[in-house]
């Protein structure tokens, strides 16, 4: 069947194939939307597909991206299939870019209420979410000192309003995990209704029209401190509204019948039931400049939670271990990436591999850990315990999995820090994996980002005096090295400003650096079915 939209041969190629991460680990780009040629539209408007010369497309990728114009490259989309242990996947989510604003209050239903057959709203901010989240000591309550996370666990098992997507009728969820991801440019969408929320753009809310980011449903950008966006009626779901039922629905006798024995209040019962999603018109929407941001991730099967009134979504689809079992696989590292702490950098690892028997006295404790939580969890699931309640104890080596869809401007933010070599060794190794999608789907704008993020740098005021003091423009537009003596010391490093650390960068940053290109091997793509069948196999074959 042919298509009208733009398609890359070499993305083609590779559409709905698995490349294996790690030990049991994958990245499959399961679609698509857009290509170099997208940026170039949406940048020059005007231009149709395939009007311009390739060297003109290449030309104006490249000035975007050296000049941080990012606005068109959100224009294109990538969709991902990913398998990686829970330890990657949480450093993962922290540099998603779709946020909401600190101060946004999250709609939760006090049980008590709902008990009684009615609903009774109890809101949250989301950075006192973030905060109670995070591992505290009680210090005025001894009896709580065994338990850092008491906070945590209590609002993990508090009713989270949300809306099923399929009746639009208010329902709940649970929290899964609260992520802080630092100030980013914010918008306020004002309602019809009053109702308000403050979002980055690519945030997504349940517009009538279905899911979508508000900044591509609205044509949204900011502009000189200003928000611009195509003037127009657009519709978003709101928290529920009392819906007209039947009237054996208010009829006491066949409520009785209904809910013979039932400890609720019937009444309420009847109450409770009526509320529906409904639809509100956009009024205005604001740019507020920089705000702290957060996210939370809630269990599915729908990923969205009410806050401020407003339907809003989670970025991520995770596996969920609520639902279905988890296939029990797990990753170890191989002997090469086995490494003690490094004695410069607390946050990473030495260069050389451990001792051999250091590795293997590892392995085996890990191996102990792990058949005993599998067992615990087989067993649980036998017996019938909730599977919410059996997954509980698995470890941070066990492999998750998700869809993951994001536009190219912020994929670019991620993997420029994920293919770094300060980013641990296997995010690196998804990372560099989804780079090479990447280069199959938009080669232009990857062969920008190589030049421009990858292999370049930034340079602060006292860096550019620095490099000013030893190189001078000659008269045909180059640069000749001044005369004097064509050195600065540590100490007048210092004297301009540097701290020590920044002395030692600069001079990394203008090292000759190896041009990375991320080629996959064809070779190593596995089949759809062949995964689903491995993945069959870890999950079923535990419970034979």
Partial sequence: ??????????????????????????????????????????????????????????GLIRYLRRHLHTTPSEMVELKFHCAMPMFVARQWVRHRTACLAEGTEVFFDLPGAEARGRRQLYKLPIEEIWRRFQPTRN????????NPFHRRDRLRRMKLRQVNEDTLACQHTR????????????????????????ATSDHRFLFGTGWDTLGRATGLRE???????????????????????????????????????????????????????????????EFVGERETYDLEVEGPYHNFVANGIVTHNSINEYSGRYSLMPLLFYSPDPGNFSLQSSVNNQGREADAAPERLYGDA???????????????????????ARELARIDLPLSTYTQWYWKIDLHNLLHFLTLRVDDHAQWEIQEFGRVMAGMLKRVAPLSFEAWIDYQVCGDK???????????????????????????????????????????????????????????????????????DVAAEMHEAVHGNFE
């Fill in 1 to 58: 069947m042919e298509t009208r939209r733009p398609t890359t041969p070499a993305a083609e190629e590779i559409l709905g194939l698995y490349y294996p991460v790690l030990d049991h680990g994958f990245v499959a780009l399961v679609d698509y939307m857009g290509s170099d040629e997208s940026i170039e539209r949406a940048a020059r408007v005007s231009y149709g597909y395939g009007t311009r010369k390739r060297s003109a497309t290449r």
């Fill in 139 to 146: 210090r005025t309550r001894p009896d709580k000192q065994r």
């Fill in 175 to 198: 929290i899964v995990d609260v992520y802080r991801n630092g100030p980013k440019p914010v918008f306020r969408m004002v309602l019809e209704d009053g109702k308000s929320i403050e």
């Fill in 223 to 285: 502009t000189g401190e200003r928000a611009v966006w195509r003037h127009g009626d657009y519709f978003v779901y709101v928290n529920g509204a009392a819906e007209e039922r039947p009237a054996f629905y208010r009829d006491p006798i066949w409520l009785q019948r209904e809910y013979r024995g039932h400890r609720r209040s019937l009444t309420g019962l009847a109450q409770a039931s009526r509320v529906k999603a409904k639809l509100v018109r956009i009024k205005r929407i």
């Fill in 363 to 385: 392995i085996r404790r890990w191996e102990e850990v792990r058949a005993s939580a599998s067992r615990a969890y087989a067993w649980m699931v036998q017996e019938d315990v």
């Fill in 459 to 529: 340079l602060s005021r006292m860096e550019i005096e620095a490099l000013a003091r030893l190189l001078e423009p000659d008269a045909d537009g180059g640069l000749a090295v001044r005369e004097r003596g064509g050195s600065l010391s540590f100490e007048e490093l210092r004297g301009m400003g540097m701290a020590p650390r920044e002395v030692r960068e600069l001079a990394g940053k203008i090292r000759r650096r190896r041009v990375p290109d991320f080629d996959l091997d064809l070779s190593r793509f596995r089949s759809a079915e």
